[in-house]
């Protein structure tokens, strides 16, 4: 089983920045894809970000490209961030967590097997 868990969510002004965190635990996560989905209540999970097991590879959303960034840690591949700038109103969501095995070019919430709890991020206008 793999442990998937969110951190760094929060309140910001439009405009501002956010870090989320995604820590991976449990069985080996060896060629991991791992990537970040959002939803707002009544609203489809939307895909935002995805990044492949040796962080060669990244994939955005339409909506957040050039503005998002993904990343994963040098040190420990089971961990991934993902950097939000430029932040507006619509960006408020829960993000949640994600990781598959295989590849990271993956947009649909069925393609992902490992998912995390979720962290709110709410962006004031």
Known sequence: QVHLLESGGGLVQAGGSLRLLCAASGRTLDACAMGWFRQTPGKEREFVASISWGAGSAYYGDSVEGRFTISRDNMNKNTVH?????LQPEDTAVYFCAARIGVAHKLHVSEWEYW??????????
Do not use: K
């Open 82 to 86: 993902l950097l939000m700038n430029s």
């Open 116 to 125: 995390g709890q979720g962290t709110q991020v709410t962006v004031s206008s």
